[in-house]
């Protein structure tokens, strides 16, 4: 099932919906009395009984509908309720570009996982714009990730139960200023820029794919095909990452993770290719759909 978060051109109100199998039109979820003023709302307090019932509406047309057209985008979950969880150099061809990019050894084996965090005011939508900071960021970035949440409070999940946890998956830009990564040493300011996390356009949830979920993701800047791996060559899985993080703290329902970026990032070419004013990104990754935003 895709779920979309929208709002009505007449008004601004945060409305929750079914996209249809064409991706053109929305099915209110209120239309089947199932009644939640936003994602966040929805992902805490729905119950077994109100998914099965929307799951069972999903391939099915309706009298109430909304054509896409006459709706503004916005991000699936507009306003996380906590910085979003990321990893880092979670693909070793990356890693492998980042080590150049920073001129320093990658360090050899990796026995755990990198972890940071991403501040998100407010996340930008498809078709939104990206903030270039003339001034402050002189190397603009872009990263396509696999993103999850979590749909129940996880304490001490082992990998054999972690995707009973996850509610659903949707994309992430985790938009980058290097220049500020490598003066401050670490990565939170770098990339908790206010616009820098493009997210969605949609959330699909979890039923629709495998356990773990072997998909393509691909980046394109201005048309041109940047980034191109799959969700399989992951470092450090889906699996290992929900259980390693949940025996040292509680992972909120809601709580999204972003599980990191393969290759062909602007740092990764040589020389850097990084984004200017005018370019178009597109994030795209199989079965979930592709998440255009343009930099201003």
Not at 106 to 111: A, D, I, K, Q, V
């Amino acid at each position: 099932m895709k779920l979309i978060t929208y709002r009505l051109k007449e008004n601004g109100n945060e409305i929750i919906g079914i996209l249809s199998k064409d991706e053109q039109k929305i099915y209110p979820i209120s239309q089947f009395d199932i009644n939640y003023s936003s994602m966040n709302q929805l992902i805490e307090n729905i119950s077994s009984a109100e998914l099965e019932l929307l799951k069972s509406k999903d391939q099915k047309e309706h009298d109430q509908l909304v054509f896409r057209d006459n709706t503004i985008n916005t991000a699936p979950i507009p306003y996380p309720k906590q910085d979003i969880i990321c990893l880092g150099i979670n693909y070793l061809a990356h890693a492998e570009e980042s080590a150049r990019f920073k001129q320093e050894a990658f360090g050899g084996e990796r026995p755990y996982a990198v972890y940071f965090s991403k501040r998100v005011n407010e996340a930008v939508a498809d078709c939104g714009t990206i903030p270039s900071y003339e001034g402050l960021v002189d190397s603009l970035d872009y990263e396509a990730e696999f993103a999850l949440i979590i749909g129940k409070d996880a304490r001490n999940v082992s990998e054999e139960d972690a995707f009973e946890y996850i509610f659903g998956y949707t994309i992430i830009n985790d938009v980058s200023a290097r220049n500020l990564q490598t003066a401050h040493k670490q990565w939170y300011f770098g990339k908790s820029l206010d616009g820098f996390t493009p997210m969605g356009p949609i959330i699909v949830t979890r039923d629709e794919f495998e356990n773990p979920p072997h998909l393509n993701i691909k980046s394109y800047v201005n048309g041109e095909l940047r980034q191109d791996s799959n969700t399989e060559l992951l470092i450090f899985g889906i699996a290992h990452v929900i259980s390693e993080l949940s025996k040292g703290m509680t992972l909120k329902a809601g709580t999204i993770i972003s599980m990191g970026t393969p290759a062909g990032v602007g740092m990764g070419f040589t020389p850097p290719r990084f984004l200017k004013k005018g370019d178009v990104i597109e994030c795209e990754i199989e079965g979930i759909g592709k998440l255009t935003n343009t930099v201003e």
